[in-house]
């Protein structure tokens, strides 16, 4: 399966800071990685469809101008979090995938985002 | 729309006793595909097992166990004589119509005490 590296996995910034999260598929050429934003004891929430090469696919309620993600390769995805206030404080993971569905997903090992 | 029902927050258990996660799907896709995740504290997941919606077929690995059902829409999960590393919030989850896009439960923490 693939091996995906995020990084970083912990930061902690004050208020007003931009801050960002890069996911490198280390193995695997992705054309899409998936980005999920976990709060504590809470399941994971996808945020975001990062598509190499053209625009991502944001969810419903999620503000693209808040977070900007860039799959500028077919193996790193970048996810900034612009103007970070303490609200934006969580766990990101993303993740890839190596088929339509039926293949399971390859999660990074997260960044833990502090907002002071 | 898709769904998948995780209706056990928590669990504890005493070590070696046997324990089950339930996992249930709704799903109007005819394939699809079923996965369990684990994450233990340190925050990542950990792929465990998939399933196709033709394969009814119950699987082990080790202490672990699989048992889908199409009949109930149920994928449930069975860890034998736990243990206190099998401790960890598991996920159940679907992704069907052959698209990426995965559909995850709630999750169960499961706590294993010594």
């Known amino acids: 399966g693939a091996v995906v590296s995020q990084h970083p996995s912990r930061v902690i910034c004050k208020s007003g800071t931009s801050v960002k999260i890069e996911c490198r598929s280390l193995?695997?050429?992705?054309?899409?990685m998936f980005w999920y934003r976990q709060f504590p004891k809470k399941s994971l929430m996808l945020m975001a469809t990062s598509n190499e090469g053209s625009k991502a696919t944001y969810e419903q309620g999620v503000e693209k101008d808040k977070f900007l993600i860039n799959h500028a390769s077919l193996t790193l995805s970048t996810l900034t979090v612009t103007s970070a206030h303490p609200e934006d404080s969580s766990f990101y993971i993303c993740?890839?995938?190596?088929?339509?569905?039926?293949?399971?997903?390859?999660f990074g090992d997260g960044t833990r985002l502090s907002i002071l | 729309a898709q769904k998948v029902t995780q209706a056990q927050t928590e669990i504890s258990v005493v070590e070696k006793e046997d324990v089950t996660l339930d996992c249930v799907y709704e799903t109007r896709d005819t394939t699809y595909y079923l996965f369990w995740y684990k994450q233990p504290p340190s925050g990542e997941l950990v792929f465990l097992i998939r399933r196709n919606s033709f394969d009814e077929q119950n699987e082990i690995s080790g202490r672990y166990s699989w048992n889908f059902q199409k009949s109930t829409s149920s994928f449930n999960f069975t860890i034998t004589a736990s243990q206190v590393v099998d401790s960890a919030v598991y996920f159940c989850?679907?992704?069907?119509?052959?698209?990426?896009?995965?559909?995850f439960g709630t999750g169960t923490k499961l706590q294993v005490i010594p």
């Open positions: 193995d695997f050429q992705a054309t899409t």
């Open positions: 993740s890839v995938s190596g088929g339509r569905g039926d293949q399971p997903q390859h």
């Open positions: 989850a679907l992704t069907s119509g052959g698209y990426q896009k995965v559909t």
